[in-house]
């Protein structure tokens, strides 16, 4: 499996408050953009995976919702896991 618990700790530990830290929107930001990644390397090779493809958008769509949240919230934030993520807009 491409996302496993070493992973998650590290993704989490990064972008995250800490370590174990799930629930902060940057963590979440972050866990989610690896999964879109990886899904759009997956489409790129199976062009016709329609499942798969839904679920990217709905991803992608849950991304968008906690950025926007964010912006609400603290725009430095923001600003500062779209800059480290390499994120547009």
Known sequence: MYLTKEVKEEIFAKHGKGKHD??????????????????TEHLKKNRKDFNTERSLVKLVGKRRDLLDYLIKKD???????????????
Do not use: M
């Open 22 to 39: 799930s629930g902060s929107a940057e963590g979440q930001i972050a866990l989610f953009t690896h999964r879109i990644t990886h899904l």
């Open 75 to 89: 725009i430095l934030r923001y600003r500062a896991i779209v800059k480290e993520l390499g994120l547009r807009k």
